[in-house]
């Protein structure tokens, strides 16, 4: 029995699971459905690569601020059920700089729900401290798989080319989290979804246990600290619009070294290896492809054969992580809509 078959085993899949079972339904009719599943590493499977930081700079859009603040104030739920912070989520300070000051529209929403938030004057045009959440990316989605599991779920490893095959005989809803997906997946083609290539650094300190983060016009420099990864620490990064190399380069490593160290010069001022760059200790270096799509993600809910529900949720970009859980809320709410007999 599968009423629910989830396309995709990527944060937006696993947190749309999460969703179905906290709305009540049975976790034996949910299968999740996927070519990459967690523990799997491929250019084509954008999770395991994030920062996984819950961070200030998403959209202003009105849904946006919406899913950030459900996520952001929701994710405790989450990680009480996955048996508390040693699940690989956790939480730390984080400071945040802008070269030009964000809208009103979106101060106002973070200072709403952001705990311990102040604003801070000592940089850039404008700058804020806050809690944040921050994820242990892969070690975060095989602890949420084997919760999942736990409960009943099934995950089933293969590869569609087209969303039908997704319908088993019993299957009343699908849900299209694929992400990047897009050029592999017959159906509709949704040519607005588009890479945004990533290059981070993860070095080994443990001697930072915050983030900081500065946002300019065309650059994005970010620390995040990776909480229960034996002090990994993660340094970026780059936003390539339409770019799809999974390759990583050493001028843009150095580039990175030289901007996160710059922003916080403690990495270098407070190693016990020493004060200079090359004395960090260089875990790994990684490129990943945020998904990202034109006119920003897309939930929506379609009937297909006249009595199926296809949902669609995917086009997290850079956020999945810190909206996703708002954005399976809205996708559950649209496939349970109405329909009692589910
Ligand atoms: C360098 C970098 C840093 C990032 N930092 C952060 C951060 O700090 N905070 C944050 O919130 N986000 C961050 N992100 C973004 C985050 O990684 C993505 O938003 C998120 O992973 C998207 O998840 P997803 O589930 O939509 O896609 P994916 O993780 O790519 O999952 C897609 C799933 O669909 C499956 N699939 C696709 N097509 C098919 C098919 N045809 N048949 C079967 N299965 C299919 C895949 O196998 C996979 O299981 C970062 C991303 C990068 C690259
Ligand atoms: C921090 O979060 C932002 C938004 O979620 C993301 O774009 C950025 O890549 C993250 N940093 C790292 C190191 O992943
Ligand atoms: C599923 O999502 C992908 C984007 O990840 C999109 O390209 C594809 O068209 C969607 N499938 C259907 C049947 O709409
Ligand atoms: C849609 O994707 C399928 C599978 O990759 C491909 O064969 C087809 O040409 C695409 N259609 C369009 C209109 O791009
Ligand atoms: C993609 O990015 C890499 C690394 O920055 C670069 O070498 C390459 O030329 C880019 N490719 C395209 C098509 O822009």
Partial sequence: MTKYVVVGSG?????????????????????????YLPGDESVNYA????????SCITDDDPATLAYDKHTYTHLHVLQRE???????LDRYLSTEYWDTKPSRRKLDSLASYLECYEVVTDGPAYGIRFKSWNFNCPFFLLNFQIYLQDKGVRFKRGKLSHIAQAYLADTRCVFNCTGLGAHGLGGVNDTAVYPTRGQVVVVKAPHVTENRMRWGADYATYVI????????????????????SGDTFRDQSNDILARTTELFPEILTR???????????????????????????RIERELVDHNKILVHNYGASGYGYQAGLGMAHEAVRLALMGDSKI
Avoid at 11 to 28: A, R, S
Avoid at 271 to 297: K, M, Q, T
């Fill in 47 to 54: 999770s395991p690569y994030a920062g996984g930081n819950f």
């Fill in 11 to 35: 944060i937006i899949g696993l947190y749309t699971t999460f969703c179905l079972l906290q709305h009540g339904v049975d976790p034996y009719q949910v299968t999740v459905l996927a070519e």
């Fill in 271 to 297: 190693n016990p290896r020493g004060s200079s760059i090359a004395d960090l200790e260089v875990v790994r270096v990684v490129a990943g492809l945020r998904p990202s799509r034109h006119g920003g993600v």
């Fill in 225 to 244: 600290k990776r909480p229960y990864s034996n002090d990994q620490l993660i340094l970026g990064g780059f936003m390539h619009k339409d770019n799809w």
């Fill in 82 to 88: 996955l048996g508390g912070p040693a699940c690989g």
